[in-house]
């Protein structure tokens, strides 16, 4: 005789829901909820995936894009940068792709392997997030060795020369861009607009013999002759460094090293980018864990595939 608790005979004997029927109901729910959660997921990182190749591509087709830059920088970095967002941003967007396919799908070979290759992404990108941090030090003096080398020996040497041509316009256009002069420091430094007169080819072999620094390093507002020419003030451009403080500066030409002021709009916008960097791995984050729970909704419930 079958039991009076079982819920076929409840359900049978009275107008109220089964313990059967509540279950297979939670089930669903939950099912649905973890398959729009999944969804909703991969498709932010879809669009974070497709954002940064995007972005990838358009360093690479840009003006002034890795070649040029490599050549001012005098490394690779920016050059493999490009080709990393491309290559990471395209996999992130593929890897996506497949947990919106195996959630709609439930199924659950997708659904592990996209649970295991974003973990992989997830590891991979967290690693190479604290290698950039521990060796940010170092690399920023390679950095600025490395601009110092390609100003002192390249900037306005030998423009019939493509690669040369090319270092001083992008040198140009950063010292207008930015607002600089030079590779690092202040007006008392050697290596800020000081560079081009102590150091540089392109002072020796010059247009002019009284031209000091280059007309990109001068403020378009002010007067041109008393920023790149030798004149009566008694600071920069005609006074060399080391200045005794307190000392003028020119209000007619720039100052700082243009890896300084680089550094500074990173330094400017780095709420902005550890925002979106940490939202990214969030989302990552959530997209694994909503992937393994469906795979493993999906599994009790029977299916095989």
């Not at 040369?164 to 690092?184: A, H």
Request: net charge neutral.
């Amino acid at each position: 005789m079958q039991s009076i608790y079982s819920p076929r005979t409840r359900c049978r004997s009275c107008g109220y829901m089964s313990f059967c029927s509540l279950f297979q109901m939670t089930m669903s729910g939950s099912m649905s909820f973890l398959k729009t959660g999944s969804l909703i997921f991969n498709l932010l990182v879809f669009l974070a995936g497709a954002a940064c190749t995007a972005l990838g591509v358009y360093i690479l087709v840009s003006d002034y894009g890795p070649r040029e830059l490599s050549g001012v920088l005098g490394n690779e970095l920016y050059h493999i940068a490009a080709y990393v967002a491309i290559a990471g941003g395209a996999a992130i967007a593929i890897i996506s792709l497949c947990g919106c396919v195996g959630a709609t799908k439930e199924s659950k070979i997708i659904l592990a392997l996209y649970s295991v290759l974003m973990t992989i992404v997830f590891i991979v990108l967290l690693t190479t997030a604290v290698l950039i941090f521990l060796f940010l030090g170092q690399t920023s003096h390679q950095t600025r060795e490395s601009m110092k080398t390609v100003l002192v020996e390249k900037y306005g040497v030998d423009q019939e020369n493509p690669e040369n041509r090319v270092v001083t316009e992008m040198w140009d256009f950063l010292q207008t861009q930015l607002k600089c002069c030079g590779v690092s420091g202040d007006a008392n430094s050697t290596d800020s607009w000081a560079i081009y007169k102590t150091k540089s080819e392109w002072y020796r072999t010059r247009e002019s013999s009284d031209l000091l620094v280059p007309k990109s390093c001068c403020n378009p507002n002010g007067d041109v002759t008393m920023c790149s020419r030798a004149s009566s003030f008694d600071g920069p451009p005609n006074a060399d460094p080391p200045y005794s403080a307190p000392y003028r500066k020119n209000p007619h030409m720039y100052h700082t090293g243009c890896y300084d002021e680089i550094v500074h709009y990173i330094q400017g916008h780095a709420l902005m980018i550890g925002g979106i960097a940490i939202a990214a791995i969030v989302v990552m984050l959530f997209g694994v864990i909503f992937g393994v729970c469906l795979c493993r909704s999906i599994r009790s419930r029977g299916y095989r595939y």
